[in-house]
Nanobody, 121 residues
Framework: QVQLVESGGGLVQAGGSLRLSCAAS????????MGWYRQAPGKQRELVAR???????NYADSVKGRFTVSRDNAKNTVYLQMNSLKPEDTFVYYC???????????????WGQGTQVTVSS
């Protein structure tokens, strides 16, 4: 079993910063990719930022230059540094990981519980 636990969300004023963390635990051999998605009620989930095992990253156009995704491989943890926050960044943010479960390459896709980010004007 693999679990993803998120932390770091909260309420900030426009222009402020937050740092989200997501720690994976359980039956983990390695992690191919970790990323962050966000979703408003009744809407589709949107990719925010993603980092793969080789270090390459992808960002939504709306957050480029403001958000940075990074990882700590030894801790199986991914971070999202969010700077210059805007009210339109207000969403529930979800962590995602593609986890390799053993040395034979068995893998699965997992989601965190979600953490609320609210940006006030």
């Amino acid at each position: 079993q693999v679990q993803l636990v998120e932390s770091g969300g909260g309420l900030v004023q426009a222009g402020g910063s937050l740092r989200l963390s997501c720690a994976a635990s359980g039956s983990i051999f390695s992690i191919n990719a970790m990323g962050w998605y966000r979703q408003a009620p009744g809407k589709q989930r949107e990719l925010v930022a993603r980092i793969v095992s080789g270090g390459s990253t992808n960002y939504a156009d709306s957050v480029k230059g403001r958000f940075t995704v990074s990882r700590d491989n030894a801790k199986n943890t991914v971070y999202l540094q969010m700077n210059s926050l805007k009210p339109e960044d207000t969403f529930v943010y979800y962590c995602n990981a593609q986890v390799v479960l053993n040395g034979r390459g068995t893998w699965g896709n997992y989601w965190g519980q979600g953490t609320q980010v609210t940006v006030s004007s």
